[in-house]
């Protein structure tokens, strides 16, 4: 089956003051209808640059190289401007991180919530408004028809959350983004958001990209997770094998330093250094490699490409791959 | 909200009566009063005889205007005066009470000011918006180079260009008058562009401030344009900050402007204003300066009180006070 939304060796550099930030440093990736996608890393892995370059909703001063972002095969960063709204809120809708920021503190919830209908032609009025107070309803507001005409000051952060969710899905998006949805939220929140945003994109067929630094939370949620460091994507992985047999020394220095409940006694051990600095040229071997304990001489020269290991599992990595083949030899 | 009101009003009465004794003051320091004015000769009745009438008639007009009581009964009476609006006659004027002065000119004064900060505000907000959406473009350098130009030029040098053009070389409009329409067009601009300049760069800044806020990207993400942002969401929220400056701008022009009234030939409170204070006419001075202070009090509330029609936060609050 085609995928519904391929990103193709995406890389995205931010200029500003003469200083060139590489934010994202050729991403591939790719979503199909109906399934859904986490996208794992620390702070500064681009992540979330490489989600807002999708929708493109990038400041002016972001340039996006190269690379290519095909929505049913079409290519998104050669739209116009005016093309591309067709697109947001309609086709592919967003969640983001922290829902007080992202609306209008001035105007009402209501009025914020029906506008991807207005803006697309799709309903108008109180029709526009039934449909809001059906999807505020459906992700567990109570009493709607209040909340409809509430300031977004008057939710707490996790109503507030579901009024995002409510918000990217009530013009019927084929693709949903939730750019670290539950990160400002508290821990119970986090898990009925969470809970809430599988249910929905069961129910609706729709194709979800899941953004955290959560691996947890990206192994429950997600069907597929990528795992990025610096800006690259270093291992596609099926999410039932990503917190047992991830195969990137990155992953696992992740997994390794998450707490968990299922190894309480074990004390959780740190990635030994520094993320990449992304202001300084890359590195001409493998982004990890100043930090990574498995590295071999042909790490610090050659660049490594995602290679399969296993099916629908890839690695960018010569070690974890060389590995994999020999492993492959011995069955 | 009744108890911020409250709060409210009794300072502005506070600051209404430091106003009233520093300017109490002021006056009486400085050198000179109507009836002496031109003369360093002492005496009631020198004065009397310069003005040819009788040291009897003096005295009577020194005890009408209790020219001879304590400094601090003279200032009671002035700000009683004031505040319960029967004022005490002018000096300069004699027979007509400030108060009549103050009835006919300052309604004229108000209409002026309002017309002019309309007019300031109409054409500041496209510029304003312009130079946002377009945020270091040509257009936006070019629009504020403009706008800083019209900032740093003087209503009265504006006043006279604007008349050069329209009243001396294009004959298209009257230079002095007030009872028709299009004579208040050019004090009405002279008045209002410079204003622009300041306006639209306020604009401008402000509306770029909320232009990079995350509810924008919002509203773009749900398939907005950005005109859309800037008209539904943006400018609601960058007016604000345009309010605290243009309140007090309107209640200076509200108060006269004397150039303008000067150029134009209009009936307006500033050349009152002027007048009493070059002639030292003490009722008039006092009248005048309360009713300015009066003036910009009642703005700055307004002004706060505006910021809850604009932000729900602020009003919602004021429900629960």
């Not at chain 2, 009794?10 to 600051?15: G, Q």
């Not at chain 2, 040098?157 to 004579?183: E, K, N, R, S, Y």
């Not at chain 2, 990079?212 to 900050?241: C, D, F, M, Q």
């Amino acid at each position: 089956m085609a995928a519904l939304l391929e990103v193709r060796n995406l890389a995205v550099e931010f200029h500003r003051d003469r200083a060139v930030s590489r934010a994202v440093n050729g991403v591939t990736l790719s979503v199909e209808r109906g399934k859904s996608l986490g996208i794992v890393g620390e702070s500064g892995s681009g992540k979330s640059v490489t989600v807002k370059a999708i929708m493109r909703l990038l400041p002016r001063y972001a340039r996006s190289a190269s690379g290519a972002v095909l929505l049913e095969g079409q290519d998104v960063m050669r739209l116009s401007e005016g093309r591309m709204r067709h697109l947001r809120g309609r086709r592919m809708a967003m969640v983001f991180q922290d829902p007080h920021a992202y609306l209008n503190p001035t105007k009402t919830v209501g009025s914020q919530l029906v506008e991807p209908l207005i803006l697309h032609r799709l309903a108008a009025g109180a029709e526009a408004k039934r449909r809001a107070v059906d999807l505020l309803r459906l992700v567990g507001i109570p009493s709607p028809e209040v909340r409809f005409t509430q300031y977004p000051f008057e939710f707490s952060g996790g109503m507030l959350q579901r009024v995002m969710i409510a918000m990217a899905l009530i013009a019927d998006p084929d693709l949903l983004i939730a750019d670290e949805p539950t990160t400002a939220l508290d821990v119970t929140v986090q898990a009925q958001i969470l809970r809430l945003l599988r249910k929905l994109k069961e129910d609706r067929g729709m194709a979800m990209i899941l953004v955290t630094h959560d691996l947890v939370v990206a192994a429950q949620t997600c069907d597929e997770v990528v795992v990025m460091y610096g800006g690259t994507v270093v291992e596609r992985v099926p999410s039932h094998k990503l917190l047992t047999a991830s195969a990137h020394p990155y992953a696992r220095g992740l997994i390794a330093c998450t707490p968990r409940i299922s190894n309480a006694d074990t004390i959780p051990t740190p990635i030994a250094g520094q993320p990449l600095n992304l202001r300084e040229p890359l590195p001409g071997g493998c982004l990890f490699a100043a930090r990574c304990p498995d590295r071999v001489a042909q790490c610090t020269e050659v660049r490594p490409q995602l290679e399969d290991v296993a099916p629908d599992h890839q690695v960018a990595c010569f070690v974890a791959a060389g590995a994999a083949k020999e492993g492959a030899v011995h069955e | 909200m009744v108890r911020f009101l409250a709060r409210r009003l009794a300072y502005m009465f506070i600051a209404f009566l430091c106003i009233s004794l520093v300017t109490f003051m002021l006056m009486k320091m400085a050198p000179g009063s109507f009836f002496n004015a031109n003369f360093q000769v002492n005496g009631v009745s020198a004065v009397a005889g310069s003005y040819g009438v009788s040291p009897q008639v003096m005295d009577a007009l020194i005890k009408y205007y209790h020219l001879n009581d304590p400094w601090y009964v003279q200032w009671w009476y002035y700000v009683h005066g004031f505040l319960t609006w029967h004022m005490g006659t002018s000096f300069e004027y004699p027979g007509t009470r400030t108060v009549t002065i103050i009835d006919t000119a300052f309604p004229f004064s108000v209409r002026l000011a309002l017309m002019a900060v309309a007019t300031g505000v109409i054409i500041a907000i496209p510029i304003g918006v312009t130079a946002a959406m377009r945020e270091n473009g040509w257009m936006d350098v070019g629009l504020m180079f403009f706008a800083m130009l019209g900032t740093s030029l003087p209503a009265y040098l504006v006043a006279v260009l604007l008349i050069v053009l329209f009243a001396l070389w294009l004959h298209l409009l009257p230079v002095i008058g007030f009872t028709h329409p299009q004579d208040f067009i050019l004090p009405v601009l002279s008045l209002a562009l410079p204003m622009v300049g300041a306006l639209s760069r306020y604009l401008r800044n402000s509306l770029i401030d909320s232009l990079h806020s995350e509810y924008v990207t919002g509203v773009i993400a749900k398939g907005g344009s950005l005109s859309r942002a800037v008209w539904r969401h943006a400018l609601r929220n960058s007016l604000l900050p345009m309010i605290t400056v243009v309140g007090p701008q309107l209640a200076g022009l509200m108060t006269g402007t004397v150039f303008i009234e000067e150029i134009f030939d209009l009936p307006g409170l500033g050349h009152y204003f002027v007048g009493a204070a070059n002639v030292r006419d003490y009722p008039l001075i006092m009248d005048s300066a309360l009713l300015y202070a009066t003036v910009i009090l009642a703005m700055n509330l307004l002004v706060d009180l505006t910021y809850g029609l604009f932000d729900p936060r602020i009003r919602r609050a004021g429900d629960l006070g």
